[in-house]
Structure formats: structure tokens, C-alpha cells
């Protein structure tokens, strides 16, 4: 696993959001899209770069596509190192941004 965080962008939240609601459980790209309320395009990118830095593990369905009558899936879960690194990961992304007021004039 390498040392470097993804970049955190608002895509990449919300896929370890929906990726954290059950962290233990393997679900599909189109799951975690409607979870996260992203397109196919969006994460599918994101779940290969968290999986290149060992967030995230995939493995294909075994299923027979002509029998079930769909293509086969590739189902994704985080990896126990995952887990904790994506909770510390959207911790420190969540800043609150502090707003800096100006004196009004005639109030000082």
C-alpha cells in the first residue's frame, strides 16, 4: 500500500461514504453509484485509483452472463487498512471554512 492519500475531491467522499455505510459488505460499481449519486464514468475511476493504493479490493462474479441475463460484476469492499484510512481520510477533508468578517462601517 502506498503512503500517498487520494486526492480528496467531493467524487472520491462521497464513493468511501457510500463504500463506509457497510464497510465489510462487496457491492457492485452501479450500487456504489446510486449510493453515492455519481455516474458510472465518475467512479469507476476513483474505485481503480483506491484500489491501486490498496484502499479497495475487487473481484469479479462468478456467473454464468447468458443464465443470469446480465454481464457479469465486479464487486468492490474495502480493505481493512481501507476502512481506517478512508474514515481518517474524509475526517481531515471536512474542514469547516471560517469566515473571516469585516468590520461594518461605523462600528468601529
Known amino acids: 500500500?502506498?503512503?500517498?492519500?487520494?486526492?480528496?475531491?467531493?467524487?472520491?467522499?462521497?464513493?468511501?461514504?457510500?463504500?463506509?455505510?457497510?464497510?465489510?459488505?462487496?457491492r457492485y460499481g452501479?450500487?456504489?453509484?446510486?449510493?453515492a449519486g455519481l455516474p458510472s464514468g465518475t467512479i469507476h475511476p476513483i474505485l481503480?485509483?483506491?484500489?491501486?493504493?490498496?484502499?479497495?479490493?475487487?473481484?469479479?462474479?462468478?456467473?454464468?452472463?447468458?443464465?443470469a441475463g446480465r454481464p457479469a460484476r465486479r464487486y468492490y469492499r474495502l480493505?481493512?487498512?481501507?476502512?481506517?484510512?478512508?474514515?481518517?481520510g474524509l475526517a481531515r477533508a471536512y474542514r469547516p471554512r471560517t469566515r473571516l468578517t469585516r468590520p461594518q462601517p461605523g462600528t468601529t
Not at 30 to 35: A, N
Not at 48 to 67: I, K, M, Q
Open 48 to 67: 481503480a485509483r483506491l484500489e491501486r493504493l490498496g484502499w479497495v479490493e475487487s473481484r469479479w462474479e462468478d456467473v454464468d452472463p447468458s443464465e
Open 30 to 35: 452501479l450500487e456504489i453509484g446510486d449510493t
Open 1 to 26: 500500500m502506498t503512503a500517498v492519500p487520494p486526492r480528496m475531491t467531493l467524487p472520491t467522499q462521497l464513493v468511501l461514504r457510500a463504500l463506509l455505510e457497510d464497510p465489510g459488505a462487496e
Open 79 to 88: 480493505t481493512t487498512d481501507g476502512i481506517e484510512l478512508a474514515r481518517d
